[in-house]
């Protein structure tokens, strides 16, 4: 909390940041702010774009003989021809 107050005296006192600590505002040097905000965003979009075909080729298709259920748990089917419970995939 004291550093928050110490650069509220910093930039808000009148003369206090020319004659101190030799600093002024800024005026042009925003122009180089919001260019390199800029292409920081358009980068990070091209690299978005970029990752996405890369993942989607690398993305491995799902195999259909590959049960969707669980390995390991029980599976009752119907009845067999003498009447009684089959059970499938019993360890």
């Known amino acids: 909390m004291l550093d ?9 006192i009148p003369g206090f940041s020319d004659r101190v600590f030799y600093q002024s505002g800024i005026s042009w040097e925003w122009g180089i702010v919001f260019g ?3 292409v920081f965003t358009v980068w990070c979009e091209i690299w978005k774009l970029i990752r ?3 993942y989607k080729r690398w993305t491995p ?5 590959i049960p ?10 119907e ?5 009684e419970p089959v059970v499938v995939g019993a360890q």
């Open 61 to 65: 298709a799902v195999s259909p003989s």
């Open 79 to 83: 009845k067999n021809k003498s009447g």
């Open 36 to 38: 390199m905000a800029i």
């Open 52 to 54: 996405r075909r890369l």
């Open 68 to 77: 969707s259920d669980e390995v390991g748990e029980e599976k009752v089917e």
């Open 4 to 12: 928050l107050r110490i650069t509220l005296i910093a930039i808000y």
